[in-house]
């Protein structure tokens, strides 16, 4: 058993903050925990480094920041950028909304600062750049397979200008993407105090792999200074998110600790952090299921959030003093009671319809729970090698009773080898429904050495993700657009609260050939080429011929016979000046065998080659 | 006799083959078509001979023959095609079409660089009042051989004229030093002999900061002499440095050569503070400000000839590795970090210090603070005659030194730590940076002093000389490079080489010819950043990945496809060659033979 003991003290020094003045930086770490109504403990921790320096002119300083990082933004005018790296599928209808969305893979997009030549060239060398900042298969995103969206993933940092130029923004998925220790190691590389001291010390790879689902993310932004927002900081937000499933973690019990999720103890908090927070929802705490949290927490906070209360259990690990390893459990009483699922007002699901390896259809279903219609885009990232009908776009509500017409439509059709198919549509939900977008697609032939290896696994087709304002705030986390921590989305009440969803990856049979093709294909052609010549040869530049009968009977032998003698008979004409009489009894010794050769006079048909010489004269 | 006789029986040879027709085409057919024809002589005898018996038999066979001919002819035709469409047409097709693209490359010149002889001029005036001194010195090295060293041309040469009256008024060396007595060139050295030196300094010479050295009436040749080959010259340097690109494993660097950094086009260069524990001691320094205030006017020095990108990061929670070792001396407790350790420090280290996404090679300095527990911590050498120090160089990586803020702040969180000390530590830095971009330690030479170094840290005649060496390195590298890349192509047939390597291989080329004339003309300057612009073409084009292209095809699989297309279908295209050839020669023997019978 862990031992603990809470103290409050009222001076908490932090130390480097002297430094941190020189550099205008500060780093925040906070915990999320929370009893998912199914069952599931969702972690998410939150990494905060804010620059004041960072935002304008090109800085090789660094304190806080990383400086692998900056320098990668810098050196790539980035002014935004999104990356995730995910292992499982977030279920919105069991489990609500993340704070970060994320698809299955990794999943990038970048905003490039105003003015950049050369979009495509600075997106892939930042892919490039990413790839080996993270260990990740990232060096796969290229223009080809990018999208540059209408509508969606609109800029989320402080600009000067409202609009932004469209053309400046570059997004990518790699469904296929698995994420394991390797990405996880340099994530916490970036970290200020690395895995050594405060929250990231949580973050063993053995454990956050056992999860559901786990998710890293890194989200660069410009953000406001302050409430004036005359002024912008760089703000890096480094996210883990992990959905623990505690039926798999074992002993059958609806117990969490951290000694059971992350395997350790807390041994204190970052001393670079400027707040230290951990986070525990119970707001079911008492209703659906009654437990206890050991220690007890510093604080609790009632969050009023659009018209949803929240009540949160707060550690300051910065006030609490850690002798030997802290840790939270909490312990339940009482029967298991199981909750009739109350799913979100906006989810989705998307799969794939058809048989046959010649056409399918994509179905993406979205459900609206509220009352009143809802405002969505749709963004469909489908690759090129799926060819879809635009004329076979089907918007249909609740079984095809009613058929939507989507407010705006952007449709690029894709190219072979080039470009992804991306379709974007503003649609209206009518209330409590279900809508059914649909479209058809054929399975394309690809090239030989564009199948990956494993082929017959099949292809992988990136999320649908939509976007949406909610207005409430019922199964919802996310922070809000103007705040960095997530101790910002207590009492955020707002007009309407920004969500992202992600869709399940598809995975595509593509007709797949048989790998040795090539080989024998070509010993095939060369046969048929080689069989088809010989005779044509033959018969264009031979015929048959009347050839006598005795030389034919004496076949090999004869021919050798005769071979033999017009080579005497060279040697024995050739040197005749010098040559001794002895040749000359040579030759004539052969004489009576040449003799009898012409005697033979029957003819014969024999197949022949033609001769100048045999022209008869 | 024989002769005679030989004849006569291959006349009777011939008339009894002709004795019927059909025979007669039988029999001749093989002898020509399959084997070869007996001899030019015999056929042609051959020839006259079944002209007539042609003519006993032509009744009966001359319609027969004719078609029999045009058939023949037909088919030779065909013949004739087929071998002209697959060797004339399909060949040069097929090898054009599979051929590895591959731009001229200039091998010629390339081996033309061997014969290139990289000389750096070096004028050397001495200027003395008494003419007869002024000539005790000249001769002296004039008959000293060793200066030089075949690398660099020295000319010597004596001015007595000079008026040296500033010499005498100025109040001390420095003064004389900062006053601009003469043009100062690269590739140049004054020799001023000062009166009545020793009001300033009691050595007989002492070395400027820009390229002059002073010496007095007292100095000897010799030391002057020592001094040139030794400080300003170092010939063997050079020499070294271009043995040892050409023959890697026969020599060894020398000590400054292998500190130096690889060239390369530029440098970064990586300020890291690491400092393990930050919530037990605060510690506060500006390193921006440091960098600016005690290396700007070293980097601003260096600019025209090594760019540097400056960056600096902190690093906490990280530690060094390697047990140190606790020392009590009289009333101070200490603690010792063993000289041999510290290569097993260096690696951890890089894990965390990062190289980021430049392309360039990092020159790193990194500014350690031990934790408490092991503070003040110092590096012990074996030898007890060293004292303990802070700070350690590893060579072509960089250096690391160790800061001991005082105990008092440790575990004293409240207490507001004051700003570090840069002035220290950057000297320090300065001191290694130094080194790694190849300006040497200077050792000690009786007699010898030099003035305090200017405040960029470098005498002018200190930078002639790296830009000697890496001018040499560059040329030597481009042209080995250029040599290894020759090699290359002409071992592995399947590299390509686009119009961009050919340019690069090109601009090598001519940027080292350009160089090292350049240098001749004792324009050091330019030659340098020629020569670097060489070796980086050079490089570049050795580096390309498009050399690679092709590479994973391998020659024995190319042969595994083209074999079994190529083997049926040649075969007998090349053997129908012998019949035409054979058909060619008939004819034209024909013909000669009809001529024959007209006449």
Same mark, same amino acid.
């Given at each position: 058993?862990?031992?603990?003991?809470?103290?409050?003290?009222?001076?908490?020094?932090?130390?480097? $903050?002297?430094?941190?003045?020189?550099?205008?930086?500060?780093?925040?770490?906070?915990?999320?925990?929370?009893?998912?109504?199914?069952?599931?403990?969702?972690? =998410?921790?939150?990494?905060?480094?804010?620059?004041?320096?960072?935002?304008?002119?090109?800085?090789?300083?660094?304190?806080?920041?990383?400086?692998?990082?900056?320098?990668?933004?810098?050196?790539?005018?980035?002014?935004?950028?999104?990356?995730?790296?995910?292992? *499982?599928?977030?279920?919105?209808?069991?489990?609500?909304?993340?704070?970060?969305?994320?698809?299955?893979?990794?999943?990038?997009?970048?905003?490039?600062?105003?003015?950049?030549?050369?979009?495509?060239?600075?997106?892939?060398?930042?892919?490039?750049?990413?790839?080996?900042?993270?260990?990740?298969?990232?060096?796969?995103?290229?223009?080809?397979?990018?999208?540059?969206?209408?509508?969606?993933?609109?800029?989320?940092?402080?600009?000067?200008?409202?609009?932004?130029?469209?053309?400046?923004?570059?997004?990518?998925?790699?469904?296929?993407?698995?994420?394991?220790?390797?990405?996880?190691?340099?994530?916490?590389?970036?970290?200020?105090?690395?895995?050594?001291?405060?929250?990231?010390?949580? $973050?063993?790879?053995?454990?956050?792999?056992?999860?559901?689902?786990?998710?890293?993310?890194?989200?660069?932004?410009?953000?406001?200074?302050?409430?004036?927002?005359?002024?912008?900081?760089?703000?890096?937000?480094?996210?883990?998110?992990?959905? /623990?499933?505690?039926?798999?973690?074992?002993?059958?019990?609806?117990?969490?600790?951290?000694?059971?999720?992350?395997?350790?103890?807390?041994?204190?908090?970052?001393?670079?952090?400027?707040?230290?927070?951990?986070?525990?929802?119970?707001?079911?705490?008492?209703?659906?299921?009654? /437990?206890?949290?050991?220690?007890?927490?510093?604080?609790?906070?009632?969050?009023?959030?659009?018209?949803?209360?929240?009540?949160?259990?707060?550690?300051?690990?910065?006030?609490?003093?850690?002798?030997?390893?802290?840790?939270?459990?909490?312990? =339940?009483?009482?029967?298991?009671?199981?909750?009739?699922?109350?799913?979100?007002?906006?989810?989705?699901?998307?799969?794939?319809?058809?048989?046959?390896?010649?056409?399918?259809?994509?179905?993406?279903?979205? =459900?609206?729970?509220?009352?009143?219609? $809802?405002?969505?885009?749709? @963004?469909?990232?489908?690759?090129?090698?799926?060819?879809?009908?635009?004329?076979?776009?089907?918007?249909?509500?609740?079984?095809?009773?009613?058929?939507?017409?989507?407010?705006?439509?952007?449709?690029?059709?894709?190219?072979?080898?080039?470009?992804?198919?991306?379709?974007?549509?503003?649609?209206?939900?009518?209330?409590?429904?279900?809508?059914?977008?649909?479209?058809?697609?054929?399975?394309? @032939?690809?090239?030989?050495?564009?199948?990956?290896?494993?082929?017959?696994?099949? @292809?992988?087709?990136?999320?649908?993700?939509?976007?949406? $304002?909610?207005?409430?705030?019922?199964?919802?986390?996310?922070?809000?657009?103007?705040?960095?921590?997530?101790?910002?989305?207590?009492?955020?009440?707002?007009?309407?609260?920004?969500?992202?969803?992600?869709?399940?990856?598809?995975?595509?049979?593509?007709?797949?050939?048989?790998?040795?093709?090539?080989?024998?294909?070509?010993?095939?052609?060369?046969?048929?080429?080689?069989?088809? @010549?010989?005779?044509?040869?033959?018969?264009?530049?031979?015929?048959?011929?009347?050839?006598?009968?005795?030389?034919?009977?004496?076949?090999?032998?004869?021919?050798?016979?005769?071979?033999?003698?017009?080579?005497?008979?060279?040697?024995?004409?050739?040197?005749?000046?010098?040559?001794?009489?002895?040749?000359?009894?040579?030759?004539?010794?052969?004489?009576?065998?040449?003799? *009898?050769?012409?005697?033979?006079?029957?003819?014969?048909?024999?197949?022949?080659?033609?001769?100048?010489?045999?022209?008869?004269? | 006799?024989?002769?005679?006789?030989?004849?006569?029986?291959?006349?009777?040879?011939?008339?009894?083959?002709?004795?019927?027709?059909?025979?007669?085409?039988?029999?001749?057919?093989?002898?020509?078509?399959?084997?070869?024809?007996?001899?030019?002589?015999?056929?042609?005898?051959?020839?006259?001979?079944?002209?007539?018996?042609?003519?006993?038999?032509?009744?009966?066979?001359?319609?027969?023959?004719?078609?029999?001919?045009?058939?023949?002819?037909?088919?030779?035709?065909?013949?004739?095609?087929?071998?002209?469409?697959?060797?004339?047409?399909?060949?040069?097709?097929?090898?054009?079409?599979?051929?590895?693209?591959?731009?001229?490359?200039?091998?010629?010149?390339?081996?033309?660089?061997?014969?290139?002889?990289?000389?750096?001029?070096?004028?050397?005036?001495?200027?003395?009042?008494?003419?007869?001194?002024?000539?005790?010195?000249?001769?002296?090295?004039?008959?000293?051989?060793?200066?030089?060293?075949?690398?660099?041309?020295?000319?010597?040469?004596?001015?007595?004229?000079?008026?040296?009256?500033?010499?005498? !008024?100025?109040?001390?060396?420095?003064?004389?030093?900062?006053?601009?007595?003469?043009?100062?060139?690269?590739?140049?050295?004054?020799?001023?002999?000062?009166?009545?030196?020793?009001?300033?300094?009691?050595?007989?010479?002492?070395?400027?900061?820009?390229?002059?050295?002073?010496?007095?009436?007292?100095?000897?040749?010799?030391?002057?002499?020592?001094?040139?080959?030794?400080?300003?010259?170092?010939?063997?340097?050079?020499?070294? !440095?271009?043995?040892?690109?050409?023959?890697?494993?026969?020599?060894?660097?020398?000590?400054?050569?292998?500190?130096?950094?690889?060239?390369?086009?530029?440098?970064?260069?990586?300020?890291?503070?690491?400092?393990?524990?930050?919530?037990?001691?605060?510690?506060?320094?500006?390193?921006?400000?440091?960098?600016?205030?005690?290396?700007?006017?070293?980097?601003?020095?260096?600019?025209?000839?090594?760019?540097?990108?400056?960056?600096?990061?902190?690093?906490?929670?990280?530690?060094?590795?390697?047990?140190?070792?606790?020392?009590?001396?009289?009333?101070?407790?200490?603690?010792?970090?063993?000289?041999?350790?510290?290569?097993?420090?260096?690696?951890?280290?890089?894990?965390?210090?990062?190289?980021?996404?430049?392309?360039?090679?990092?020159?790193?300095?990194?500014?350690?603070?031990?934790?408490?527990?092991?503070?003040?911590?110092?590096?012990?050498?074996?030898?007890?005659?060293?004292?303990?120090? !802070?700070?350690?160089?590893?060579?072509?990586?960089?250096?690391?030194?160790?800061?001991?803020?005082?105990?008092?702040?440790?575990?004293?969180?409240?207490?507001?730590?004051?700003?570090?000390?840069?002035?220290?530590?950057?000297?320090?830095?300065?001191?290694?940076?130094?080194?790694?971009?190849?300006?040497?330690?200077?050792?000690?030479?009786?007699?010898?002093?030099?003035?305090?170094?200017?405040?960029?840290?470098?005498?002018?005649?200190?930078?002639?000389?790296?830009?000697?060496?890496?001018?040499?390195?560059?040329?030597?590298?481009?042209?080995?490079?250029?040599?290894?890349?020759?090699?290359?192509?002409?071992?592995?047939?399947?590299?390509?080489?686009?119009?961009?390597?050919?340019?690069?291989?090109?601009?090598?080329?001519?940027?080292?010819?350009?160089?090292?004339?350049?240098?001749?003309?004792?324009?050091?300057?330019?030659?340098?950043?020629?020569?670097?612009?060489?070796?980086?073409?050079?490089? !570049?084009?050795?580096?390309?990945?498009?050399?690679?292209?092709?590479?994973?095809?391998?020659?024995?699989?190319?042969?595994?496809?083209?074999?079994?297309?190529?083997?049926?279908?040649?075969?007998?295209?090349?053997?129908?060659?012998?019949?035409?050839?054979?058909?060619?020669?008939?004819?034209?023997?024909?013909?000669?033979?009809?001529?024959?019978?007209?006449?």
């Amino acid at each position: 058993m862990i031992v603990w003991a809470l103290f409050t003290l009222f001076v908490a020094h932090v130390s480097g $903050l002297g430094q941190s003045e020189l550099y205008g930086d500060e780093f925040h770490e906070e915990l999320l925990l929370k009893q998912l109504p199914s069952g599931h403990v969702y972690a =998410h921790f939150q990494f905060t480094t804010l620059w004041e320096n960072g935002g304008d002119q090109p800085n090789h300083h660094c304190h806080l920041f990383p400086q692998s990082l900056s320098e990668v933004l810098h050196l790539y005018n980035v002014d935004e950028m999104h990356l995730s790296l995910t292992g *499982g599928l977030w279920r919105h209808e069991n489990w609500g909304y993340p704070i970060v969305s994320a698809p299955p893979g990794a999943e990038l997009w970048a905003w490039f600062k105003e003015g950049t030549e050369d979009v495509d060239k600075k997106w892939t060398l930042l892919s490039n750049a990413l790839s080996g900042l993270f260990c990740a298969s990232l060096n796969f995103i290229n223009p080809q397979q990018s999208l540059n969206p209408k509508y969606s993933f609109a800029p989320l940092g402080a600009y000067d200008t409202p609009s932004r130029n469209r053309s400046l923004l570059r997004y990518s998925t790699l469904p296929r993407e698995i994420v394991c220790t390797e990405n996880l190691t340099p994530f916490k590389k970036l970290l200020p105090c690395d895995s050594k001291k405060g929250l990231s010390s949580l $973050l063993s790879a053995g454990y956050i792999h056992n999860a559901n689902y786990h998710s890293l993310g890194i989200h660069v932004r410009p953000q406001c200074k302050d409430v004036n927002c005359h002024e912008t900081v760089l703000e890096l937000r480094q996210t883990v998110s992990l959905v /623990y499933d505690l039926i798999i973690l074992g002993q059958e019990s609806r117990d969490w600790s951290f000694r059971k999720l992350f395997g350790v103890g807390l041994a204190g908090s970052c001393p670079l952090a400027s707040t230290s927070k951990i986070y525990v929802d119970c707001s079911t705490n008492g209703t659906s299921s009654v /437990y206890t949290l050991t220690p007890d927490p510093t604080e609790t906070i009632n969050s009023n959030r659009g018209g949803y209360n929240t009540v949160f259990a707060v550690y300051d690990i910065k006030k609490t003093n850690i002798i030997n390893m802290f840790s939270i459990s909490s312990t =339940h009483k009482g029967p298991r009671v199981y909750l009739l699922n109350s799913p979100p007002v906006l989810h989705a699901t998307r799969y794939i319809v058809g048989y046959g390896q010649e056409h399918g259809g994509i179905v993406t279903k979205i =459900h609206n729970n509220h009352w009143k219609d $809802l405002d969505i885009s749709l @963004f469909e990232n489908i690759p090129w090698f799926l060819p879809i009908y635009y004329h076979t776009l089907k918007i249909s509500v609740n079984a095809g009773k009613q058929i939507l017409k989507p407010y705006a439509k952007h449709y690029i059709p894709g190219r072979d080898r080039n470009r992804p198919y991306a379709l974007e549509l503003l649609v209206t939900l009518p209330p409590r429904s279900i809508t059914e977008v649909y479209i058809e697609f054929d399975y394309s @032939f690809l090239k030989w050495q564009e199948y990956p290896p494993d082929a017959n696994h099949g @292809f992988y087709v990136g999320a649908a993700v939509i976007t949406s $304002l909610l207005p409430h705030t019922k199964n919802y986390t996310g922070i809000p657009i103007d705040g960095s921590t997530f101790s910002s989305s207590i009492n955020a009440s707002r007009d309407t609260y920004p969500v992202t969803l992600h869709t399940e990856i598809l995975l595509v049979t593509l007709p797949t050939p048989d790998f040795s093709m090539p080989y024998n294909v070509i010993c095939l052609a060369c046969t048929v080429v080689a069989l088809a @010549f010989g005779p044509l040869h033959n018969h264009t530049t031979k015929r048959l011929q009347m050839l006598d009968s005795c030389e034919e009977s004496k076949g090999l032998l004869a021919s050798l016979k005769l071979r033999l003698k017009s080579l005497l008979s060279k040697s024995s004409s050739e040197p005749e000046k010098s040559a001794p009489e002895q040749k000359r009894e040579e030759s004539k010794s052969k004489e009576p065998s040449q003799e *009898g050769d012409p005697s033979c006079e029957q003819k014969i048909m024999k197949r022949k080659k033609t001769k100048g010489t045999a022209a008869a004269k | 006799m024989f002769l005679q006789s030989s004849t006569s029986l291959s006349a009777d040879k011939t008339k009894r083959k002709y004795e019927t027709n059909d025979y007669s085409v039988c029999l001749r057919s093989r002898a020509t078509g399959l084997w070869l024809p007996h001899n030019w002589e015999n056929k042609k005898f051959e020839r006259v001979q079944s002209g007539s018996c042609d003519e006993q038999n032509s009744k009966q066979t001359s319609d027969t023959s004719k078609t029999i001919k045009e058939d023949e002819d037909i088919r030779i035709y065909a013949a004739i095609a087929f071998a002209f469409l697959l060797i004339v047409v399909g060949l040069p097709l097929w090898w054009k079409t599979t051929e590895v693209y591959r731009v001229h490359v200039p091998y010629g010149r390339i081996d033309d660089l061997r014969e290139a002889e990289i000389m750096f001029p070096m004028s050397i005036t001495v200027f003395s009042k008494s003419i007869y001194r002024a000539n005790l010195i000249h001769e002296h090295w004039m008959n000293t051989t060793l200066v030089g060293n075949g690398i660099i041309k020295v000319d010597y040469k004596v001015d007595t004229s000079v008026d040296l009256d500033k010499a005498l !008024t100025s109040h001390s060396l420095e003064e004389l030093d900062a006053l601009d007595l003469f043009p100062n060139k690269a590739g140049h050295i004054y020799l001023v002999e000062v009166p009545e030196m020793h009001r300033f300094t009691a050595k007989h010479v002492v070395v400027g900061s820009k390229r002059v050295i002073y010496f007095s009436q007292k100095a000897g040749p010799k030391t002057l002499v020592t001094l040139l080959d030794q400080w300003i010259l170092r010939s063997e340097a050079l020499v070294r !440095t271009k043995a040892i690109i050409e023959a890697p494993n026969e020599w060894s660097r020398d000590r400054t050569g292998r500190r130096r950094m690889p060239p390369a086009a530029q440098y970064d260069l990586m300020f890291s503070m690491v400092h393990p524990e930050p919530e037990k001691r605060d510690v506060k320094w500006n390193i921006r400000q440091a960098i600016t205030d005690y290396c700007g006017a070293l980097l601003e020095y260096l600019s025209p000839v090594i760019t540097f990108h400056i960056k600096s990061q902190w690093l906490y929670s990280v530690r060094l590795e390697g047990r140190p070792r606790q020392v009590q001396q009289e009333s101070q407790t200490w603690y010792s970090l063993p000289e041999d350790v510290l290569p097993h420090i260096i690696t951890p280290l890089e894990k965390k210090l990062g190289s980021g996404v430049s392309e360039h090679p990092t020159i790193q300095l990194v500014l350690y603070i031990p934790p408490c527990q092991i503070s003040p911590l110092y590096i012990t050498s074996s030898q007890p005659q060293v004292p303990p120090s !802070t700070a350690f160089l590893s060579p072509r990586w960089g250096g690391v030194q160790i800061f001991n803020p005082p105990l008092s702040l440790c575990g004293n969180g409240e207490k507001e730590s004051p700003w570090l000390n840069s002035a220290a530590i950057m000297n320090t830095f300065k001191m290694q940076l130094k080194l790694l971009i190849g300006i040497p330690e200077l050792d000690k030479i009786d007699g010898v002093e030099q003035l305090p170094l200017p405040a960029s840290g470098i005498r002018d005649w200190e930078m002639d000389s790296l830009m000697r060496i890496r001018a040499t390195e560059h040329l030597v590298s481009a042209r080995i490079t250029l040599k290894s890349l020759a090699q290359l192509l002409d071992e592995i047939s399947n590299i390509v080489i686009n119009d961009e390597v050919g340019d690069r291989i090109w601009e090598a080329i001519l940027k080292s010819h350009e160089s090292i004339n350049k240098i001749l003309e004792h324009n050091l300057m330019d030659g340098y950043n020629l020569s670097k612009q060489a070796f980086l073409a050079a490089e !570049t084009a050795f580096s390309d990945p498009s050399l690679l292209a092709l590479l994973y095809f391998p020659e024995d699989q190319k042969y595994a496809v083209y074999i079994p297309l190529f083997l049926p279908v040649m075969i007998p295209v090349l053997m129908s060659l012998k019949s035409i050839r054979s058909w060619w020669i008939s004819g034209a023997l024909q013909t000669s033979g009809s001529k024959l019978k007209n006449e």
